[in-house]
Structures are given as structure tokens and as C-alpha cells.
């Protein structure tokens, strides 16, 4: 059963990273779209599922965010990636598994998943 | 939308949008009268009567991206489906009070879909507002509260990823205890 005990020993441990979050402001943004369009079109699992990757592989200067309609509601699920000093890389049609593959390739190794981006659904 | 939860996320950016401090969520299901009524009560910046006529208008939105607004129709639409009806009161400077009540058995009423989701995405997309989320089946309820949580986390931020895989869990757990039908 999850308890407030477990709540606390989780704030315990988060807490000294969170001091390190905060100093850096070289972290790593993950933005997904959730208005109307985005939520019927999936971006909830989506965004539990970014959760769930970041907290497994204890990714500590990633951040999750939301936003509201980007304004392409037919790509939905969109998410954006926004990694330090490299362009903004928007991928579109997200579902859960996807997810892993771009905290693995992007995220950890800084190398965009092409083929999942908007880019490559334009050619 | 798949699941009322999904309406629930996406009605609730609505009052975040609203500027509100505190959401307040409830389900309740009720056998006997067979309804299963849903309320997101914000103390956002409220709408005025013009406003609060046209909002459940597709063509009417607060948003500058498109010209269609589509959360409030859609609602209204599956509670008007399975029997049921959408009531909006609201007012300036005060905030917002969405009640839906849907058909329970109606063959048409989604399901209650995944709220431990739908809690653990708003909490971390809004982390500096408090949502109170009240789940009762006839007269049994469960009730998650960020506020309690804030006292544990005090520095901690809410939308910390283990955060919100934890309220997830949390309120998984609290559900199941209801065995929400």
C-alpha cells in the first residue's frame, strides 16, 4: 500500500537533487501538448509514460511540462524536446512506445529519433 | 474522448487556464439513482453571464492557436448521450463550477477510464495549484489531496517525476479499496 511514509522517504531522497536541479539551468525540457486535441488523441499515457522512463533511469535534469494546443491538432500527440544549446526537435504521433526510444537515443545520447519527428512526416 | 477521465483532465485545464489556486474534483456514483455525476468547482476568474451563454459553443474559445474550443461541447455531448445533462455556473471573480451527470448503466456512459492518470498529469502540469479529488461510490469515498501531500513534500516540488509516479500509485490504490464499478 502506498503510504505518506513512502511519500516522505521519496522527498528525502529527491531532496538534494532538487538543489541540484535548481542551480542548473542547462537542464533538459520535455514539453507535451495537452489541450483538448492532445488528450484525445493520447498525450496522457504519453506523459505518464515520459514519467515513468525519467524516474527508472533517474534522470535528474529532466523536466516534464505541459503546454497548451500547438496549433497542428491532426499530429497529436506532439511533444517537444528542448536540449541545451541544440534546436527544439518536435515529434508528432506520440504513443507510449515511443517514449523509451527517445529517452534512450535523444535524451541519454543526444542523437534524435528521425523518424519520429515532424521532419521526417513531412517528406 | 475514450474515457470520462479524459473529459476531467481536459475540462480542468480549463479552471488551470483560470488562473485557479484550488480545483476541486469529485465522481460520485450513485447505484440507486443510477447517475454517476462528475464536478470540477475552480476559484479561477470566473466568466461572466455573455461568456458563460456561448461557452458550450464549439466555435467559442479563449485560445489564439484556432478558432474552435472543444472541451466543454464534448463533455456535454457524452453526458447528453446516456441520459444525462452538463450545468456551468460561474462568476466573476469567484470561479467556476462544472456538474455533469451521466446515465450510471447507460449503455453508452464511457467508462470512469484511468484517474490515477488523469490526477498524476495534472498535478505535475500544475504544480503550484492544489486539487482535491473526491471519488465516492454510493456513499463510500476516497479523497486525494495535494495539500496533505505539500506537508510531506514541504521543498520538494509536485511535479517531480517520483511524485507523480507515486500519486499514481496512490490513488490506483485508493480506488481499488472503492472497487469502482
Sequence with gaps: MKSLAELQAIKNRVSQQVSLRQDREDGIRVVIGMATCGIAAGARPVMSAFMDEITKRGLADVTVTQTGCIGMCRLEPIVEVFMPGEEKVTYIHMNPEKVSRIVAEHIINKRPVAEFTIGAANE | ?181
Design chain 2, 1 to 181: 474522448m475514450k474515457e470520462l477521465s479524459l473529459h476531467i483532465l481536459d475540462i480542468a485545464q480549463n479552471s488551470v487556464k483560470a488562473n485557479a489556486s484550488l480545483i476541486q474534483i469529485s465522481i460520485d456514483e450513485d447505484t440507486a439513482a443510477d447517475t454517476l455525476r462528475i464536478t470540477v468547482a475552480d476559484n479561477g476568474c470566473g466568466m461572466d453571464k455573455e461568456l458563460l451563454q456561448r461557452v458550450r459553443d464549439p466555435f467559442t474559445t479563449t485560445r489564439t492557436t484556432r478558432k474552435v474550443g472543444m472541451g466543454i461541447p464534448l463533455m456535454e455531448m457524452a453526458a447528453v448521450g446516456c441520459g444525462g445533462s452538463l450545468d456551468i455556473q460561474s462568476q466573476v471573480g469567484v470561479g467556476t463550477t462544472l456538474c455533469a451527470v451521466f446515465g450510471l448503466s447507460h449503455i453508452d456512459r464511457a467508462p470512469v477510464g484511468d484517474m490515477p492518470g488523469t490526477m498524476s498529469v495534472l498535478v505535475s502540469g500544475s504544480p503550484q495549484i492544489d486539487f482535491v479529488y473526491t471519488h465516492t461510490v454510493d456513499g463510500a469515498s476516497f479523497t486525494f489531496d495535494t495539500r496533505e501531500i505539500r506537508t510531506v513534500l514541504e521543498d520538494v516540488p509536485l511535479d517531480t517525476p517520483e511524485v507523480a509516479n507515486w500519486i499514481q500509485s496512490y490513488v490506483q490504490e485508493g480506488l481499488d479499496s472503492l472497487q469502482t464499478l
